[in-house]
């Protein structure tokens, strides 16, 4: 969902629980929070994880599990919105695009590694600060 369009006037973020919670006792597991930006007065305040506490609010107004998104990039800053409990998930979009191995770098960033798919053996591994 967009909980916000960061206009006045427009979508908000406790319409967002409301609609949450609906879509919750209607079957919806989780709910993805972003925010819009479409309207030409949007005042948009783009920082990283700037759309977390969205997700922190529906998760714990509505009672549904959340993914996060927004400007999430380093792997500290997505462990540490799960472990805070400001969302369930956090899902990456533009970084994936950018660092396609992302999972595996962050892996090894947070002192476990993972292995990749077997046709990565072929490649050089990812060692840190490379």
């Known amino acids: 969902?967009?909980?916000?369009?960061?206009?006045?006037?427009?979508?908000?973020?406790?319409?967002?629980v409301a609609f949450s919670r609906e879509a919750r006792a209607r079957g919806v597991d989780l709910v993805d929070c972003s925010s819009?930006?479409?309207?030409?007065?949007?005042?948009?305040?783009v920082a990283p994880g700037y759309q977390v506490p969205f997700a922190a609010k529906v998760r714990a107004?509505?009672?549904v599990a959340t993914a996060a998104v927004g400007l999430i990039t380093q792997a500290r800053q997505a462990e540490e919105i799960v472990e805070k409990?400001?969302?369930?998930?956090?899902?990456?979009?533009?970084?994936?695009?950018?660092?396609p191995h992302w999972a595996l770098k962050a892996s090894v960033e947070l002192g476990s590694p993972l292995a990749g798919p077997r046709p990565y053996e072929r490649a050089r591994p990812y060692k840190q600060g490379a």
């Open 1 to 16: 969902i967009s909980a916000t369009d960061w206009v006045d006037g427009g979508f908000t973020p406790d319409e967002a």
């Open 85 to 99: 409990g400001h969302a369930d998930l956090v899902l990456l979009g533009r970084e994936m695009l950018r660092t």
């Open 61 to 63: 107004e509505a009672g």
């Open 36 to 45: 819009g930006g479409t309207h030409p007065r949007a005042q948009v305040p």
